[in-house]
T-cell receptor
Framework: SQQGEEDPQALSIQEGENATMNCSYK?????LQWYRQNSGRGLVHLIL?????REKHSGRLRVTLDTSKKSSSLLITASRAADTASYFC??????????????FGKGTLLTVNP | NAGVTQTPKFQVLKTGQSMTLQCAQD?????MYWYRQDPGMGLRLIYY???????DKGEVPNGYNVSRLNKREFSLRLESAAPSQTSVYFC???????????FGQGTRLTVV
């Protein structure tokens, strides 16, 4: 089964509002990452937060990580129509020795209405 | 500045045919991945290669094989394609296995 699970599956908001997406995962991780995918295209990395970090900012993005609850949230402030996309969380898990694998959740489809 | 290049971009196969999806990166990355993306399922990891010379199974490896030909190239082979393998396949690479990944534009595969 997949490691990450995003919530909600779909989110529709008005331009200028904030969007919050959540991610829960199952096992210990080295880091958690968020990606964005515009329709039918490859994924683009947004932000990485390590397991010993609790919060990270990048422009209009704010990510939190709670390892005790195995959950993360992505906040996009002052959303724009151009933010319309699918957003995925991904976890880097140790798969033995110094090997890690990167597994993704099912994603949240964000629609920002002008 | 190519990044991660996947070929082909589109492919239609008949059930039982075989084919190899090619992936190459020019960023000197150690780790490479193959994912499939189906509607409502997000991305599922098929195989990955944490470094040159190693490959490991991901969440959905059945029906696939991989080859890490060299540091640049990581190919995915379908020996006997099935309709259930109709999907969009993404290759990705990363400097190391616990850093950000860079994705190709995908291969849209249809098995009829």
């Amino acid at each position: 089964s997949q490691q990450g699970e995003e919530d909600p599956q779909a989110l529709s908001i008005q331009e200028g509002e904030n969007a919050t997406m959540n991610c829960s995962y199952k096992t210990s991780i080295n880091n958690l990452q968020w990606y964005r995918q515009n329709s039918g295209r490859g994924l683009v990395h947004l932000i990485l937060i390590r397991s010993n970090e609790r919060e990270k900012h990048s422009g209009r993005l704010r990510v939190t990580l709670d390892t005790s609850k195995k959950s993360s949230s992505l906040l996009i402030t002052a959303s724009r129509a151009a933010d319309t996309a699918s957003y995925f969380c991904a976890t880097a898990e140790n798969s033995g020795g110094s090997n890690y694998k990167l597994t993704f959740g099912k994603g949240t489809l964000l629609t920002v209405n002008p | 500045n190519a990044g991660v290049t996947q070929t082909p971009k589109f492919q239609v196969l008949k059930t039982g045919q075989s084919m190899t999806l090619q992936c190459a990166q020019d960023m000197n990355h150690n780790s490479m991945y193959w994912y499939r993306q189906d509607p409502g399922m997000g991305l599922r990891l098929i195989y990955y290669s944490a470094s040159e010379g190693t490959t490991d199974k991901g969440e959905v490896p059945n029906g696939y094989n991989v080859s890490r030909l060299n540091k640049r190239e990581f190919s995915l082979r379908l020996e006997s394609a099935a309709p259930s393998q109709t999907s969009v396949y993404f290759c990705a690479s990363a400097p190391t296995a616990n850093t950000e990944a860079f994705f190709g534009q995908g291969t849209r595969l249809t098995v009829v």
